[in-house]
């Protein structure tokens, strides 16, 4: 090698060797990145920065305003504010801050709820300076009244900055609404605070008792809230709103009328303008709607109580002189431009509201299976029947068609093989074809069906009068078939109709008969029966003949009949026959000499009352009327003796003793015994003069006088037999203080103290003493023994003067008066 190769060799090598030495003479240096989140949040000290290998930093995180420090995170870790970091290596290290948090607290006053919203950011706790949407909800029947605590004022909703802990508060207080009543009638109405509230306004929940109270004459009809009606009375409100509430106060007639009832025109209301029409029924409904079937047709509409004796038609006509009486309805009936006449009728009382009563259940079954009806229990919906036109019912065994007069527009009705009394063709003008075939009818009429082209009433042998317009009476339709006994006219067919009762009945000795009663009609027409048996009586009430009592059995049946009259129509007249039969397991008591009422004075002996039993009798029970008094037997015959040592009125009974089927026989035993006469034998009066009995000396001497003193004075015991022969009067017999009385409707003249001892023999007219005169139960005098009795003794001792009645509660007639002195 060459000295000049060996020099560079030589460099090389001392080159290397001083770049040795100054790298293992040198210190290693890192990069320190420092970041701060969020940004704005805070700042750290030292911030960036390039430190020496192994170099030890501390590092110092100081927040802003509003926020606080959270952490390191990085290449540091911890919660503390200052941290040391050894620069082994480039580093990077954040410091995490945020912001403060503040509570914020609600709370309500009253029931409801505050809802918040984050406007921009927030957890529970928010955050400094989060916006919050408070929002007060209120529960139901509440309302916000306003805030309070760290948020002033009555907007809802509320915006609120957390800037600091907030306490808020929602006040809520309970709605309250008016309760307005108007009251539209004769009435008034209570308010009644059930739990609370206040007089006025009530609040919120407040239940309020309504009581309605009808002034006199007037009756409560009900209420009206926001249409809907109720008839509760009283009538608890809850008060969730306001309330305007009516209450309607209607005469006392409307409760009196609504429903329906039965009704015809009475027999003697002739007018020319009415003779051709007829009604059957009338509906009151609670809505004031009311229906008319009359024998051309049907009418509706609403109504209006006018007063208690009057009630319009509203557009239809108008009811005047209306009297309602224990389910009877008496009016004048004016119908404009068609008819006006007097009526009369009974309620029904088992009308319900939109159905019609179908009383046969072989009728109702009928409908049943022409799907008309579902269920057998006496009704049909009238929605169901309206809508009918053709309807066959012929060999279905029914006896009562009643509620065929609502099928208003059948066109085809066949009735045939079934056994009639009547067919109500009232409403059904439509009828174009009828069969009354075989049906068993005396009489029809047809005098509104004057649509009819096609009917059959033939095989009815006793059909002998069928009514007709004027129209078809003229000329018969070629297409109606009839036998030869039967006639037509233009006059009402004589009407003899059994509506209860039964003709023939098998009574008990000494119990009444069913009453029987008879509805009759026809022009001119009257109604007769045969001698009635001893102890029937016989009565007309608005057309219908009633015969009812007990009978007193001679013999072992009686046959008796019934039968109209008209010596100017050109029909048959109708007939009915009555059979009485007397039980075979009856007993009887029969009197044999002296009475079972009889009147006595003190110390006398009564005539002696003898008896003797019969029928399935064995024996007879005798219970007074006198306990020391003798009764004796001989035989089958007993006898009755008796005395009294003190005035007053005595009671015995006499029972038969069977074994029979029959109620035993009770015979009551009546005896009234009067005081001794008393007679003034002298004495002293008030200004010192004597008084002697039968003095006849000269009255002119000073200071004396004479006389007999006055009976009169004393209470006395009078006893007058009552009895009806008719429906119009009692008669009387027997002595008042005037003295001996008799005759219809007689006149009573008594004093303070008497007793009145009236023996009736009145079945089928009550009698009643009363305080004014008129019909009914009302209105009743006072310590009236037996009150309403028929039979036996009703005894009355009046204690106050005054003017009072005997009535009987059916008939406004049969009454007289008793002047209590």
């Not at 090698?1 to 060996?6: D, H, I, W």
């Not at 007097?342 to 009308?351: C, M, N, R």
């Not at 038969?656 to 015994?673: A, H, K, L, N």
Request: hydrophobic share 30%; with cysteine.
């Amino acid at each position: 090698m060459s000295f000049y190769n060996k020099k560079r060799v030589l460099k090389r090598v001392l080159f290397s060797l001083v770049f040795l030495f100054v790298i293992s003479s040198c210190t290693k240096e890192f990069v320190l990145d420092i970041r701060v989140n969020p940004p704005e949040s805070g700042s750290v000290f030292p911030s960036n920065g390039t430190f020496k290998n192994g170099t030890t930093v501390t590092l110092n995180a100081t927040p802003n305003s509003e926020y606080v420090f959270t952490g390191w995170s990085g290449d540091a870790i911890g919660n503390n504010t200052s941290v040391q970091v050894t620069v082994d290596d480039n580093k990077s290290i954040i410091a995490n801050f945020r912001l403060v948090q503040y509570e914020l607290t609600t709370s309500v006053n009253g029931q409801g709820s505050i809802t918040e919203t984050i406007i921009n950011t927030g957890k529970t706790d928010y955050d400094s300076g989060t916006k919050v949407r408070l929002e007060a909800v209120p529960a139901q029947g509440y309302y916000f009244k306003e805030w309070s605590g760290d948020l002033q004022g009555d907007t809802n909703p509320a915006e609120l900055t957390i800037n600091s802990a907030k306490n808020v508060t929602a006040t809520f207080e309970k709605l309250s609404y008016e309760l307005r009543i108007q009251t539209v009638g004769e009435g008034t109405v209570t308010e009644e605070i059930i739990n609370t509230g206040k007089s006025t306004d009530y609040l919120y929940g407040t239940t309020v008792r309504l009581t309605a109270t009808p002034k006199e004459g007037s009756d409560f009809y009900g209420w009206e809230d926001e249409e809907v009606l109720s008839t509760d009375n009283p009538l608890d409100v809850v008060i969730s709103e306001p309330k305007f509430i009516k209450a309607f106060f209607e005469y006392e007639l409307f409760n009196e009328v609504v429903g329906k009832w039965k009704i015809k025109k009475k027999r003697q209301q002739q007018q020319q303008k009415s003779r051709n029409f007829d009604v059957k029924s009338i509906v009151f409904n609670q809505d004031k709607t009311f229906k008319l079937n009359y024998s051309a047709g049907q009418i509706s509409g609403t109504f209006s109580v006018d007063s208690n004796s009057a009630i319009t038609l509203n557009g239809n006509g108008s009811l005047s002189n209306i009297v309602v009486i224990n389910n009877q309805i008496n009016f004048n009936l004016n119908v404009t431009s068609l008819f006006q006449f007097e009526v009369t009728g009974t309620k029904d009382l088992d009308y319900q509201p939109n159905r019609t009563a179908i009383p046969d259940q072989n009728f109702e079954q009928a409908l049943i299976d022409l799907g008309y009806d579902d269920l057998i229990d006496g009704f049909v919906n009238d929605s169901e029947l309206i809508v009918i036109n053709d309807l066959d019912l012929s060999n279905k065994q029914i006896t009562d068609f009643s509620g065929l007069e609502e099928f208003i527009n059948l066109v085809n009705l066949n009735l045939s093989n079934n056994t009639l009394s009547d067919v109500p063709l009232v409403n059904l003008n439509k009828l174009t074809s009828l069969n009354l075939s075989n049906t068993g009818l005396t009489q029809i009429d047809l005098s509104q069906n004057n649509s009819i082209t096609a009917l059959d009433i033939t095989n009815n042998p006793n059909l002998s009068c069928v009514k007709v317009s004027s129209q078809v009476f003229q000329q018969i339709p070629s297409g109606w078939l009839y036998d030869g006994v039967t006639s037509f006219g233009l006059e009402d067919c004589p009407k003899l109709l059994l509506i209860s009762g039964e003709k023939s009945q098998v009574i008990c000795n000494g119990q009444p008969i069913d009453p029987i009663v008879f509805e009759y009609g026809g022009e001119g027409v009257s109604v007769n029966t045969d001698t009635l048996p001893s102890g029937l009586e016989s009565n007309i009430v608005n057309d219908e003949l009633i015969i009812s009592g007990t009978p007193i059995f001679t013999d072992e049946n009686y046959t008796f009949s019934v039968y109209t009259s008209n010596v100017s129509s050109n029909f048959s007249q109708a007939s009915q026959t009555i059979s009485l039969t007397k039980n075979e397991n009856s007993s009887g008591i029969t009197l044999i000499s002296g009475s079972f009422n009889q009147t006595i004075n003190v110390l006398d002996v009564i005539q002696p009352i003898v008896v003797t039993y019969s029928g399935a009798a064995t024996g007879l029970n005798i219970v007074g009327p006198d306990d020391e008094g003798e009764i004796s037997q001989s035989g089958t015959n007993y006898t009755i003796n008796a005395s009294f040592t003190a005035a007053g009125t005595y009671s015995g009974t006499i029972t038969t003793i069977s074994g029979g089927g029959c109620p035993e026989v009770v015979q009551d035993i009546v005896i009234i015994v009067n005081p001794l006469p008393v007679t003034n034998t002298g004495g002293t009066d008030n200004s010192g003069n004597t008084n002697n009995t039968n003095d006849s000396s000269d009255s002119s001497q000073s200071g004396t006088s004479s006389s007999t003193n006055d009976s009169s004075s004393s209470a006395e015991t009078f006893s007058i037999d009552v009895s009806a022969a008719s429906f119009s009067d009692y008669s009387l017999s027997g002595r008042d203080r005037n003295g001996s009385l008799s005759g219809n409707d007689a006149s009573i003249t008594v004093k303070v103290g008497d007793t009145i001892n009236f023996n009736l023999s009145v079945s089928g007219h009550p009698f009643y003493i009363k305080t004014s005169q008129g019909t009914g139960t009302n209105n009743l005098a006072n310590s009236v023994s037996r009150n309403g009795s028929e039979s036996g003794t009703v005894s009355w001792t009046p204690n106050a003067a005054g003017t009072y009645y005997y009535q009987c509660s059916l008939h406004n007639g049969m009454y007289g008066t008793i002047t209590v002195n």
